[in-house]
Nanobody, 119 residues
Framework: QVQLVESGGGLVQPGGSLRLSCAISRSISSIYVMGWYRQAPGKQRELVAG???????NYADSVKGRFTISRDNTKNTVYLQMNSLKPEDTAVYYCNAEAPRGLELYDYWGQGTQVTVSS
């Protein structure tokens, strides 16, 4: 079953904006932390933004001041607002949820959405 689904990626020019969405299945409960990660070709997957169940956020230094993570609990959706995009932001962006699954703490992952920043 698909439990996290990203959308909103695409091709944008430098300086442009995109808002990514992550739809969370109702089957996932008690989420501790939501996060957005990205992976560019030849690079390791890196944390871009995190959001705790208590509402605290943290960001990678490279995106601080430009990206914003938020969550709409009613819609069960997490967003990543990306402004002032740069070519270096080009990557596949993945939604992540840390939540209990059975007796384990499990990392759920979406399939990813491509963001390309280019003229």
């Amino acid at each position: 079953q698909v439990q996290l689904v990203e959308s909103g990626g695409g091709l944008v020019q430098p300086g442009g904006s995109l808002r990514l969405s992550c739809a969370i299945s109702r089957s996932i409960s008690s989420i501790y932390v939501m996060g957005w990660y990205r992976q560019a070709p030849g690079k390791q997957r890196e944390l871009v933004a995190g959001l705790t169940s208590g509402g605290r956020t943290n960001y990678a230094d490279s995106v601080k001041g430009r990206f914003t993570i938020s969550r709409d609990n009613t819609k069960n959706t997490v967003y990543l607002q990306m402004n002032s995009l740069k070519p270096e932001d080009t990557a596949v962006y993945y939604c992540n949820a840390e939540a209990p699954r059975g007796l384990e703490l499990y990392d759920y992952w979406g399939q990813g959405t491509q963001v390309t920043v280019s003229s």
